[in-house]
């Protein structure tokens, strides 16, 4: 039989006042319970706890050194539980993401603020890292959950569709195109077309899009990220395909989104975590957040 935690309660309540009936008492248990418990108690540690006599209980030499070191186990143990309980409540706790550049740059810093206020102390890290890289960060746990968009289906990954995000032209208000409510992919022949370079999985898409409109696709300008792009539209450069989150880039009034159709390319952004490791509360919570502050910038999903 081992030491219970109901045993040690006993014990420190009868050290507390010295009698048996009225630890009892503030026990809510009846007294023979309670001399069971500590009889069991002094069985199991092989001393006497207690010296009794009629008119007091005292401690014994090995009750008195056994007092603190019950005080400081159930100390410890209320500590422990308190912890656990703020764990699970989302006041405490880690949550580490990866993400592509780009997503990492336009969705998670206005995700991870939000979810700082209402979790102001659960720990958010944020990890940059191309797509193909991200899958092994959460597999092997230097990363708790992965955004962004997979071409595959990877081992030892769960995948949960947050949003479908669609390309879409980006122009400036005083272009041709401004009095259309869409764009067709046909549209842009002739047209300056910005885009990011190959090393981007929208560049893909961007040909892919152009393919099956049956139109040569050949770029006036390709850079890496989503901000020099639409600092090219801003300038006049062109009409930008970029994806549908891209709009939380801008700063100028002076640039328009239109949807482009025929064909419609579109494509899933995913959270990923690993398949055999338990999410914590706070990196549940946090998936949460971000699909809803994900979708709030994609209401098509």
Request: glycine content about 6%.
């Amino acid at each position: 039989m081992a030491v219970t935690f109901r045993q040690l309660q006993c014990f420190l309540g009868i050290a507390e006042v010295g009698n048996f009936t009225r630890a009892a008492e503030r026990l809510s248990m009846k007294q023979p319970v309670l001399s069971q418990q500590i009889l069991d108690l002094e069985a199991e540690l092989g001393i006497r706890l207690f010296d009794r006599t009629t008119r007091r209980v005292e401690l014994t030499e090995g009750g008195r050194e056994f007092r603190l070191a019950a005080i400081r186990i159930l100390d410890e143990l209320a500590h422990a539980t308190r912890n656990a309980r703020e764990f699970a409540e989302r006041k405490r706790g880690r949550v580490k993401v990866a993400a592509p550049p780009l997503l990492a740059a336009v969705i998670l810093p206005p995700a991870i603020a939000q979810f700082r206020t209402a979790y102001p102390s659960v720990a958010v890290g944020l990890i940059e890292a191309r797509a193909g890289e991200i899958a092994n960060l959460v597999r092997t746990g230097q990363v708790d959950c992965g955004l962004g968009t997979f071409s595959t289906t990877e081992d030892g990954i769960d995948e949960r569709p947050i949003a479908v995000d669609a390309l879409m032209a980006f122009c400036r208000d005083d272009s041709f195109f401004r009095d259309r409510d869409v764009l067709r992919w046909s549209d842009l022949v002739d047209t300056p077309v910005i885009t990011l370079t190959q090393e981007s999985s929208l560049r893909t898409l961007v040909e892919q899009g152009f393919h099956n409109a049956g139109v040569v696709f050949t770029p006036a300008y390709e850079f890496n990220n989503i901000t020099t792009a639409l600092s090219c539209v801003e300038a006049g450069l062109g009409v930008a395909i970029l994806p549908t989150y891209a709009a939380t880039a801008i700063h100028s009034t002076c640039i328009l989104r239109r949807p482009l159709i025929d064909p419609i390319v579109s494509r899933s952004i995913v959270l990923i975590t690993a398949t055999e490791r338990t999410e914590t509360p706070a990196n549940l919570a946090f998936g949460r957040y971000l699909t809803e502050y994900t979708r709030s910038l994609l209401p098509s999903a």
